[in-house]
């Protein structure tokens, strides 16, 4: 076994700095994530209850197999926006008799479980990871559709959750409803397009129009029971496939319809035996610096991540600023890119396509554990041919078939974020660390950009500058940059799956990699694009 060895002190100040400056963000963001836990708040968690109601995550407690994890994602959904954190919707993974399932749960707490913009969004990217990794797809409803005031962002996209519903079907990947409440308006197309549907006695409610509506499109005269209750639609219109008395017994009923679907993955669970990692994965919270300026050796991350912190490493001494190189993680194979020093040059990134191309070929999943600056400027390197080099390395990444799996440690800036597979370039889940920022380069750099811009404007205009008046302007800027660069904002806009825990790190990737092989995993054999040599 190759094991990698460890320089980290951990009696030293160094580490008890960088320590101590994770524990202060992860406790931010323990307060943030407790406001999607609070949902609507105690007012409307009471009156929920009060009905005889669960709330959402208890819901999906009931559902899931006793004792098994569940790995919510975008938990940070709305952050930063007008409307509530978690965005009146939970997300995630979980296992239903066995059977990894996506699950989706509105949270009725929170405007009646009415969909924002927001909502919408993390829905479609809930129906987008159970597409790509073939997961059944369990919906808990309870929503009185869209939020009104916010239709105009909802309503024409909207449309692409029941698309998915169908697409979902037509590829054979099972999709089940059920029902807690209100399922009104479009919203009445989730329990109609679905595969399986539950609805419960005196409490679901499923119609295109309630009766204030069918009176007024119609005049005719109705109520809830006989218009859309769950009675009806299990003797009369045929809607609902099973009928249940109460809310448990909804959530055995879906258990069981989980049971029966015969759904197989597409690969078995590793049958290597593995080991955890050599180190403590509490360790993990001292690497990373408070100041992302200050590198550091990602050997030391995927040490505490790795089985047995066994690691071959691919090119040691060729493009040392990214790392490269095999392993298994929860016994599944994968390679890993992990940034070193910060900038990718020629070498790094050549190194990275060939990396790349050998996992497709092995039909290896790859992690990305960003901490990059970007690709390297300046005269020497653009005569070097930076430029072509690292579009080869995106056009690997961009090409590459099998699954991708990206965590942002540290910074994650300029093309670097896609050359190491961020959002835009679809990896399967993107985490993130507190620790980590992302933008189009550090605030310090952008405002010194425009700072830059603006004098030689006024240069060529003979113009005096103000250098008052520019000072601020740089503090301004740099303080918008570094806001808009931390994770609780780009999380808040999906841009990442969830900021996790770095001693998560290796649970949650190993979730991951289960799901991932649901599906096949299968390399692009050919089919990149011209790489300019």
Same mark, same amino acid.
């Given at each position: 076994?190759?094991?990698?060895?460890?320089?980290?002190?951990?009696?030293?100040?160094?580490?008890?700095?960088?320590?101590d400056a994770m524990l202060a963000k992860l406790a931010?963001?323990?307060?943030?994530?407790?406001?999607?836990?609070?949902?609507?708040?105690?007012?409307?968690?009471?009156?929920?209850?009060?009905?005889?109601?669960?709330?959402?995550?208890?819901?999906?407690?009931?559902?899931?197999?006793?004792?098994?994890?569940?790995?919510?994602?975008?938990?940070?959904?709305?952050?930063?926006?007008?409307?509530?954190?978690?965005?009146?919707?939970?997300?995630?993974?979980?296992?239903?008799?066995?059977?990894?399932?996506?699950?989706?749960?509105?949270?009725?707490?929170?405007?009646?479980?009415?969909?924002? =913009?927001?909502?919408?969004?993390?829905?479609?990217?809930?129906?987008?990871?159970?597409?790509?990794?073939?997961?059944?797809?369990?919906?808990?409803?309870?929503?009185?559709?869209?939020?009104?005031?916010?239709?105009?962002?909802?309503?024409?996209?909207?449309?692409?959750?029941?698309?998915?519903?169908?697409?979902?079907?037509?590829?054979?990947? =099972?999709?089940?409803?059920?029902?807690?409440?209100?399922?009104?308006?479009?919203?009445?197309?989730?329990?109609?397009?679905?595969?399986?549907?539950?609805?419960?006695?005196?409490?679901?409610?499923?119609? &295109?129009?309630?009766?204030?509506?069918?009176?007024?499109?119609?005049?005719?005269?109705?109520?809830?029971?006989?218009?859309?209750?769950?009675?009806?639609?299990?003797?009369?219109?045929?809607?609902?496939?099973?009928?249940?008395?109460?809310?448990?017994?909804?959530?055995?009923?879906?258990?069981?319809?989980?049971?029966?679907?015969?759904?197989?993955?597409?690969?078995?669970?590793?049958?290597?035996?593995?080991?955890?990692?050599?180190?403590?994965?509490?360790? &993990? &919270?001292?690497?990373?610096?408070?100041?992302?300026?200050?590198?550091?050796? =990602?050997?030391?991350?995927?040490?505490?991540?790795?089985?047995?912190?066994?690691?071959d490493e691919f090119k040691p001494l060729y493009g040392?600023?990214?790392?490269?190189?095999?392993?298994?993680?929860?016994?599944?194979?994968?390679?890993?890119?992990?940034?070193?020093?910060?900038?990718?040059?020629?070498?790094?990134?050549?190194?990275?396509?060939?990396?790349?191309?050998?996992?497709?070929?092995?039909?290896?999943?790859?992690?990305?554990?960003?901490?990059?600056?970007?690709?390297?400027?300046?005269?020497?390197?653009?005569?070097?041919?930076?430029?072509?080099?690292?579009?080869?390395m995106i056009n690997a990444v961009s090409n590459s078939?099998?699954?991708?799996?990206?965590? &942002?440690?540290?910074?994650?800036?300029?093309?670097?974020?896609?050359?190491?597979?961020?959002?835009?370039?679809?990896?399967?889940?993107?985490?993130?660390?507190?620790?980590?920022?992302?933008?189009?380069?550090?605030?310090?750099?952008?405002?010194?950009?425009?700072?830059?811009?603006?004098?030689?404007?006024?240069?060529?205009?003979?113009?005096?500058?103000?250098?008052?008046?520019?000072?601020?302007?740089?503090?301004?800027?740099?303080?918008?940059?570094?806001?808009?660069?931390?994770?609780?904002?780009?999380?808040?806009?999906?841009?990442?799956?969830?900021?996790?825990?770095?001693?998560?790190?290796?649970?949650?990737?190993?979730?991951?990699?289960?799901?991932?092989?649901?599906?096949?995993?299968?390399?692009?054999?050919?089919?990149?694009?011209?790489?300019?040599?």
């Amino acid at each position: 076994m190759t094991v990698l060895p460890t320089a980290l002190d951990t009696g030293g100040a160094e580490y008890a700095a960088h320590r101590d400056a994770m524990l202060a963000k992860l406790a931010e963001l323990d307060a943030e994530h407790a406001k999607a836990l609070a949902g609507g708040g105690p007012k409307y968690t009471e009156r929920h209850r009060g009905r005889g109601k669960l709330l959402a995550r208890e819901r999906i407690e009931l559902l899931i197999d006793p004792d098994t994890p569940f790995l919510e994602l975008s938990p940070l959904a709305a952050w930063g926006s007008d409307y509530p954190v978690g965005a009146s919707m939970v997300t995630g993974i979980g296992v239903v008799e066995g059977v990894e399932c996506l699950i989706t749960a509105n949270d009725p707490t929170v405007r009646g479980g009415a969909s924002n =913009p927001w909502t919408l969004k993390k829905a479609l990217r809930a129906n987008e990871i159970a597409y790509a990794n073939r997961l059944p797809c369990i919906s808990l409803v309870e929503s009185g559709g869209a939020d009104l005031p916010s239709q105009k962002e909802i309503f024409i996209p909207g449309g692409a959750l029941f698309r998915d519903i169908t697409r979902l079907s037509a590829a054979g990947i =099972p999709t089940i409803a059920v029902v807690f409440g209100n399922s009104t308006a479009g919203g009445a197309y989730v329990p109609g397009m679905s595969d399986h549907t539950v609805m419960i006695k005196e409490r679901s409610k499923v119609f &295109l129009g309630g009766p204030p509506l069918v009176k007024m499109a119609t005049g005719e005269e109705s109520d809830d029971e006989s218009l859309g209750g769950a009675e009806m639609h299990a003797r009369t219109s045929g809607l609902a496939d099973h009928y249940a008395v109460d809310e448990p017994d909804a959530l055995r009923q879906a258990r069981r319809i989980v049971a029966r679907l015969n759904h197989r993955k597409a690969h078995p669970d590793p049958a290597v035996p593995y080991e955890p990692p050599k180190y403590d994965e509490d360790e &993990l &919270l001292g690497i990373v610096p408070g100041d992302l300026k200050t590198p550091f050796d =990602p050997r030391e991350v995927i040490a505490r991540l790795v089985d047995g912190s066994d690691f071959d490493e691919f090119k040691p001494l060729y493009g040392p600023s990214l790392v490269t190189g095999w392993a298994r993680l929860h016994g599944y194979p994968v390679g890993i890119l992990a940034n070193a020093q910060g900038v990718l040059f020629s070498a790094e990134s050549q190194k990275a396509a060939q990396f790349i191309q050998l996992a497709n070929q092995r039909d290896i999943p790859l992690l990305f554990l960003h901490n990059t600056t970007g690709y390297m400027v300046g005269k020497e390197y653009e005569q070097g041919g930076i430029i072509k080099h690292g579009a080869m390395m995106i056009n690997a990444v961009s090409n590459s078939k099998v699954p991708h799996l990206s965590v &942002l440690m540290g910074a994650s800036y300029g093309a670097g974020h896609y050359g190491m597979c961020g959002r835009a370039y679809d990896p399967r889940f993107l985490f993130a660390w507190p620790s980590a920022k992302s933008a189009v380069m550090g605030p310090q750099q952008l405002a010194g950009v425009l700072s830059i811009v603006a004098r030689a404007s006024a240069l060529a205009k003979g113009q005096p500058y103000d250098d008052e008046a520019d000072a601020g302007l740089r503090a301004m800027v740099e303080q918008q940059i570094e806001a808009e660069s931390l994770p609780t904002f780009l999380s808040g806009r999906l841009y990442d799956d969830g900021v996790i825990d770095p001693r998560d790190t290796r649970t949650v990737l190993g979730i991951c990699l289960s799901a991932v092989h649901t599906a096949p995993v299968e390399g692009a054999r050919g089919g990149f694009g011209i790489f300019r040599m």
